[in-house]
C-alpha cells in the first residue's frame, strides 16, 4: 500500500511555507564502520509484510524532538517511526530512517523474504534500542509485478541517555532509483517536526542531501516542497553510519547502589517493598519494567521503606530498576 507518499502528494498544491528558519538539534557525521546483523533479535513481522504498523517497547526513556517516550511506532512505509501511537492521524514529529516504500520481497509470491526485527543491548542507564529491516525490498518495484532485484539492510540505533540516533546500512543492490525511491526518486533520511496532515504542514523537514558518503543536512519548511526535494544523490554503501547527536554524554561509570538498596521479596503474589538507606541524598526513580523490556510502572524514589504494588500484573519475571543522578540498581523478581 501506498500511505504517507499518497497523502503527501495528494496534497502537495497546498504547501505552505511557515516562513522562519530552523536548527537541528542534532549534530550530524556520517562514518564507516563494519555492518553486523542482529541475532537473536525479536520479530516486528509475521510473514509477508506490506506497511506494517507496529510498537517497539525501549525499556527507556528516549526524547526526540522534544518529545519523550518509552515506546516508538512504525508507522508504515518503509522505515518512519514516530513516538506517538497515531501516527499520521494527529500533529506529531516523524523520523525517517529509510523513506522509501519498504516491502517484504516475497509479497507478489507469497513467501516471506524480508524480515524487521528489534534488539535491546547493553548495560543498565546505555543501552541501545537496535531495528533492523532485513533484505527489504521495494514497493514501486513489486507493484509493477516485477522481479525484487533491488533490496536493502538497515539498522536504526536508539541511545538511551543520550537520545542519539544512528542509521546503519548494510549490503544492498540497487540499480534503478526512480523505479524504488519515492521524494523525486531519491533515498531520503530526515526528521520531520509537527507534521499536520489536516493543515497541509509542517514546522520543519531535515533531510540528508548530497553524495551519499558525505552528504549534508538540508531544511524544507514548506509542504509543498515535498514533490521536488532532493535527497541523497546515490544509495549509502555497506558500512556507511549516519550520525545525529545530541552532544549528551552517557557514561556507564555510574555509582553502584547495591549496598545502599534491599527489593524484597524475589517471589510475590502481591507487593513487593524497596529499601533505600539514608545515604542516599538524591532524587530518584523506581521503574518497573516488564521481561520484554516495557516500563509498566513508575513513581519517585523515597528513602526509607516503599511499596511497590504488582497485584494487578501478570505473573512473570519483572525487575525493579532504581535510577538516580549518579547510580542505578536492578533487582530481578517473579510475581506469582
Not at 512504525?74 to 506517538?84: A, D, F, K, P
Not at 519548511?221 to 549528551?248: C, H, K, N, R, W
Not at 509498566?296 to 532504581?322: C, E, H, K
Request: aromatic share 14%.
Amino acid at each position: 500500500m501506498k500511505l504517507i507518499y499518497t497523502v503527501f502528494t495528494a496534497f502537495l498544491m497546498f504547501g505552505c511555507s511557515i516562513g522562519f528558519s530552523q536548527t537541528l538539534p542534532y549534530t550530524f557525521s556520517s562514518f564507516t564502520e563494519t555492518y553486523e546483523e542482529l541475532e537473536g533479535a525479536t520479530a516486528l513481522t509475521n510473514g509477508i509484510w506490506d506497511d506494517p504498523e507496529f510498537a517497539i517497547p525501549l525499556g527507556f526513556d528516549f526524547a526526540f524532538l522534544g518529545d519523550t517516550a518509552s515506546t516508538i511506532y512504525q508507522v508504515g512505509l518503509g522505515s518512519v517511526l514516530s513516538l506517538n501511537p497515531n501516527g499520521y492521524y494527529a500533529v506529531t514529529d516523524f523520523l525517517f530512517a529509510y523513506g522509501s516504500d519498504l516491502i517484504d520481497r516475497g509479497y507478489n509470491d507469497g513467501t516471506s523474504l524480508s524480515t524487521i526485527s528489534y534488539k535491546i543491548e547493553g548495560n543498565f542507564g546505555s543501552r541501545i534500542c537496535k531495528v533492523e529491516w532485513k533484505n527489504a525490498g521495494f514497493y514501486n518495484e513489486l507493484f509493477d509485478y516485477l522481479p525484487s532485484n533491488n533490496f536493502v539492510n538497515l539498522q536504526l540505533w536508539l541511545y538511551e541517555g543520550s537520545n542519539d540516533i544512528e542509521v546503519r546500512f548494510g549490503p544492498n543492490d540497487i540499480t534503478g532509483d526512480t523505479l524504488v525511491h519515492d521524494f523525486s526518486g531519491k533515498p531520503m533520511i530526515g526528521m520531520m517536526e509537527n507534521l499536520s496532515l489536516s493543515a497541509y504542514s509542517y514546522d520543519a523537514f531535515w533531510y540528508l542531501s548530497g553524495p551519499a558518503q558525505g552528504p549534508k543536512v538540508a531544511l524544507s519548511t514548506a509542504f509543498g516542497d515535498l514533490e521536488t526535494l532532493e535527497g541523497l544523490m546515490d544509495d549509502p554503501a555497506d558500512g556507511t553510519v549516519y550520525q545525529f547527536s545530541t552532544g549528551i554524554t552517557s557514561s556507564e561509570e555510574r555509582l553502584d547502589l547495591g549496598q545502599h538498596i534491599k527489593v524484597y521479596p524475589n517471589l510475590t503474589a502481591g507487593d513487593v517493598w524497596v529499601e533505600v538507606d539514608e545515604n542516599i541524598n538524591e532524587e530518584g526513580e523506581v521503574l518497573v519494567v516488564n521481561s520484554i523490556g516495557q516500563i509498566v510502572d513508575r513513581q519517585p524514589m523515597q528513602t526509607g521503606t516503599q511499596q511497590i504494588q504488582l497485584g494487578n500484573f501478570s505473573a512473570g519475571q519483572y525487575f525493579i530498576n532504581i535510577q538516580t543522578e549518579n547510580g542505578f540498581y536492578s533487582g530481578k523478581i517473579f510475581k506469582k
